[in-house]
């Protein structure tokens, strides 16, 4: 539909006013609020998620993208909601106790909710009980554990322990990342993946939300 | 204590490595006095601090200093700087820093009277108060955490106080990933710098009090975040040269309250630092690449007086441990250094690093020497912390500027386009401080509490 | 195919990094015609070769070869060489070698092809020979393993053919352990030189059918084991540079049987190699000391062509996998290196990485160059392999002792010692061969079977 | 006792003649073999390997007085027997399969000997049906597992696994070296001990010896 691919178009430029316009006039054409969400709103943040992973953009614009997509989204929600569509997925992030680096953790949580997920981040320095705790309260499809140091990163094991322990971990999936984790450690640690950077975190996420094994 | 600085220290026929015009000398250790010393860092590999791994972590640091010091001997390298960069849970316990502190220094000491290595230990508590969100910055637990670490360290053999002090990380931190030219002025010109006019006066005193250096500070949560995020492609290289610029008013506020130097290595900006005051400077590049990656790994070199590798964790390559790889790479790079100024070579020696990177990268573009030069007294003419920083970022800016148009600095035209965005907005800033504050500090009222940096909220 | 070499290629003023006198030019990289170029090297972390581990090892593979060729370009490296070091049993399940050949190939071409990054690939079979004690060197299932190991990988999409060959190591590794200077001539001079004469001449006829470039060979398992040795202070030092010149003999037979570089990076003999040939060679040094410490960090640099890691494995460091780092370390010391001969200032960096280590080691200073250019005149004027290898080692304890006499190396009293020693029993030995043959043979008849080397037994 | 002061001095200046012509005096004057051996020769042996550890010595000069301690043990040996005097322990070295790199494990092998152990070595390129295959025939109390290569470290483990099934794992102390080894390493795949160089393989055999744990 025409309206849409100018509604992608917009929103790849950043314009959030015009997209925000683009997406009232959709719904007032009829257009099914998921539709629009698909067909104009996530096809063009994947665009934008593309050239970002290919290095063609850089993190400022695509933050001013996702500026223009909360615009859009703000429209879209009530409509979402009366059609009761389901969230693409809840996203819980956090960096391990004895850790304050965020800055990773952010990026993630950012290039996250432009794909279309819903995120939820609990800060840094998590004790495995506040993650326990609150991925009770969240239930979030996917657990993110950081860490950037080489003596808080043996705690992430403690957390998916502690999971187990609660006869949550079936219910979540547990991704791993940071400076000193590789795969290899997430595959010691029994984690169900890992990535190297912000972009790999939303391939990662979508790919294990995708195999089916979703839970709620 | 307090210092000003209203002239250049070193002119640029002066501006080399392993010279200083304030060398530093203590216990057979000499700093800037014609000659560049490795400085060694490394840190634990994969473990959890807690009583159940004393034992394990006592013995990583005890095979890493016994290991380290022995290269220094085979390869007949005879002074030598060891980092301690203490662990975040290392600052807030505080016996456990003591405890590293006093093993290293142990080991230090054994090979002084056994092998006659002479060589200092710099110790580095972790910045703390950004546990706290937004961190108390002028009160609280985290604060005499780090102050009773600087003592406690220093009283169990540290020699050099350092630390990367982290005020006005939590708007940069954002403002960096936005590429918000306004927003790095307000944590770098306004944030960090009145946190390290509180910090760095708490330290000196210190230093004071437990005859030990007050060293100095480095921007890496600002400056080497944002050249980190560039390297990864995710922000413009050339807003990462002038956050890096900006960044030195920041640093040199140490030495205004009265820090000598060595200044800490992964602070590039310590170019400017030591063409304004010059003291002796430690710096990291190619040779710290296990740390950070970087488009400095020669240029860096061009003015140190230490060579750092920034940290490693202790693993082994296929050679050997890595903090002792890392000891071999830095002895070689200093040998040349050093050959180089016992020839009188040493002038020949710095183009050569500088040339070899500087028209490659706008992050390494602003250390050739007359840049440098230039710069440096564009931030001593400032009559504020504010008015330097705004006017750096603007004199860098030109100059990469004037870079593209000489020809002597390549960049792409996507760097190019987002130069002149960053010259533009920069241009716009007021020249009032105070007017300034007004109009950016609503936009952090969330993130920042600005009564902790002594600013009306 | 077979080369003589009577006369030296290169004068002292020629003898240079960067320039060779025959360079290498292949599918647009060029090997020196005035740069260095990186070579990189990297295996796998701890895991085993099998089919369960397939796509392990294989995302391994692939993600270093991406990893390097991106940070190469990241830097603005536009040419680069790769070596892929086969592990034992690849080399002996071929497809195990051709199948990550044609990975990094490919990887390699599409970076040619999406960003230009121009680069070859060297493959270095594994001298499976050795798995059988005594080894066969010249029949039996292991050395058509290596041959067809080399056949293979060169159709895979190998651009040069290397190997670290094992001929004599049968006498060699005890000859080390005892300092056993007749050993050392046994093996090396007799039964090493032999051995190079063989397996090159079939080395050089596959490099031939495959249209590759024969690159040549080190004596890793011989000179490096002991400067290895003499690091970890087994055995004395200078005993291990007698042994390196020594092995520069041995080393040249694989050019005059048609190879013509670029020389494999650990042979540190290849100074001598590239005085003589005038081919390129590639070296390593301070940047392979994740590989091999050594003493001759800077000095190593000094007449190379390609500036190699040597080996890492993948792990992570602080920054990035150690491959990475790696190639960014060899990309600053490549700057380094053409920014002096971009300038005319290439025998200025020469002499100081000379300078910096020569006086220091025994190792370092066979390497000076006045001394690189006396041995290898000294090897061209022997008449057999023997003689050679003899003179050379009379010609290096002879230079050492000059050295400590003069002033300009500083050796222990205790290496002194030692250096007298081995000076008075190499002027022991007979200048005949066979005479030599015939005395020592019977002290290795267990350990070596001479027909093997077409020796009667 | 003068003599294997004298003795003792003979051997660690490696004079294998006045070695060997001091130990049959020493026979000849009734002082025991044991005592001769451990006064003498072993008293001596420590010394040399205690300067090569402090690289007071080099590797050439041991093996000089190494091979004059096996002239006295030839003479020695027949009336030690004849005492019954039990070996101080007998150590198993081999290189795991795959990996031809001996002159590491050589060392530790002379060291060994140097110290009084009784030294077996299998070789190179053993694999796990070898390695328990002799440790069934040859009951060492140590078994000395090398490898240089990060392909064939990973075997290590497997040798253990095997003489766990096999019983014979409470039966011998299993240590570990070579280039990528690591305590670390040796721990998890439970290894009794790591050795970085072959000096303090002597030191980890003796302590794994008198920790009281001998089994034959
Ligand atoms: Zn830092
Ligand atoms: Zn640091
Ligand atoms: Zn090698």
């Known amino acids: 539909m025409e309206i849409l691919n100018e509604l992608s178009a917009n929103l790849q430029e950043g314009y959030a006013d015009k997209t925000k316009k683009l997406t009232e006039e959709a719904l007032a054409q009829g257009i099914p609020a998921t539709e629009i969400l698909e067909k104009g709103l996530i096809a063009g943040m994947n665009i934008v998620g593309g050239k970002f992973k290919k290095n063609e953009m850089y ?158 | 204590m307090k210092q000003t600085f209203s002239s250049l220290a070193l002119g640029p026929s002066e501006l080399v490595f392993g010279r200083a015009k304030h060398p530093i000398i203590r216990n057979g250790v000499s700093i800037g006095s014609g000659s560049v010393l490795p400085e060694i860092k490394f840190t634990l590999s994969s473990i959890s601090i807690e009583e159940a791994t004393r034992e394990e972590i006592r013995s990583q640091y005890s095979e890493m200093i016994t290991d380290v010091c022995q290269r220094a001997v085979d390869l007949h390298q005879s002074q030598l700087v060891v980092e301690f960069e203490l662990l975040p849970q290392m600052t807030v316990e505080s016996h456990w820093g003591v405890m590293i502190t006093e093993l290293l220094k142990e080991v230090m000491e054994q090979f002084r009277s056994t092998e006659g290595l002479q060589s200092l230990l710099r110790v580095t508590p972790t910045d703390t108060r950004e546990f706290k969100k937004p961190p108390l910055r002028r009160e609280g637990r985290e604060l005499e955490d780090v102050l009773t670490s600087f003592r406690t360290c220093a009283n169990a053999g540290g020699d050099l106080l350092s630390i990367e002090s982290t005020g006005g990380k939590e708007v940069t931190d954002q403002a960096i990933m936005e590429t918000d030219v306004r927003g790095m002025l307000f944590g770098v010109g306004v944030l960090a710098a009145a946190d390290m006019e509180f910090l760095w006066e708490r330290i000196c005193e210190i ?74 400077m430690s710096m990291e590049g190619k040779s710290a690449a296990c740390a950070h990656l970087s488009t400095v790994g020669n240029i860096a070199g061009a003015y140190t007086d230490l060579w750092s590798n920034e940290s490693v964790q202790n693993v082994k390559l296929l050679s050997a441990m890595a903090p002792v790889v890392s000891m071999e790479q830095l002895i070689y790079d200093c ?13 020949d020696l710095r183009d050569l690093l500088v040339d070899s990177d500087s028209s490659l990268d706008p992050q390494a573009f602003i250390f050739r020497p007359e ?61 009032e401080e105070g007017q300034f504050i007004e109009e950016e500090k609503r936009k952090w009222l969330g993130h920042v509490d600005l009564a902790q940096y002594g600013l009306p909220r």
């Open chain 2, 335 to 347: 040998r040349l250094f050093n050959t180089s100024l016992r020839g009188g070579k040493e002038m």
């Open chain 2, 207 to 280: 230093a004071h009090e437990t005859a030990t250096i007050p060293a100095g500070d480095t921007a890496c949560g600002i400056a080497n975040t944002a050249m980190v995020l560039a390297d990864k492609h995710y922000i413009p290289k050339v807003f990462a040269a002038v956050v890096r610029a900006m960044t030195a008013v920041r640093s040199l506020i140490a030495y205004e309250a009265g820090a000598i130097g060595p200044g800490k290595d992964c602070g590039y900006e310590n170019a400017y630092i030591k063409a304004i005051t010059g003291f002796p």
């Open chain 2, 371 to 431: 840049i440098v030069q230039m710069l440096s007294a564009t931030i001593i003419a400032g009559r504020s912390h504010y008015e330097k920083t705004l006017s750096v970022a603007l004199a860098t800016a030109a100059c990469l500027d004037q870079g593209v148009k000489d020809g002597t600095l390549l960049l792409s035209q996507r760097e190019q386009k987002w130069l002149h965005k960053i010259a533009g907005e920069l241009a716009d800033l007021p020249t």
């Open chain 1, 59 to 216: 993190l400022p614009e695509v933050l001013v993208v996702a500026r223009a997509m909360k615009f859009s989204m703000d429209v879209l929600k009530p409509h979402l909601a009366a059609a009761r569509v389901k969230s693409r997925g809840k996203i819980l992030l956090g960096t391990v106790k004895g850790d304050m680096h965020d800055i990773g953790k952010n990026l993630v949580g950012i290039m996250l909710q432009g794909a279309g997920f819903d995120v939820v981040d609990v800060g840094t320095d998590i004790s495995m009980e506040k993650f326990v705790e609150t991925v009770e309260r969240e239930q979030p499809d996917v657990l993110g554990l950081s860490a950037l140091l080489t003596t808080t990163m043996v705690y992430m094991k403690r957390v998916i322990e502690a999971l187990e322990q609660r006869q949550l971990r079936g219910k979540v999936k547990v991704i791993v990342g940071g400076a000193p984790i590789t795969q290899r450690y997430a595959d010691e640690i029994k984690a169900d993946g890992y990535a190297r950077d912000a972009s790999s975190a939303v391939d990662l996420v979508r790919s294990l939300l995708n195999s089916g094994a979703q839970q709620n």
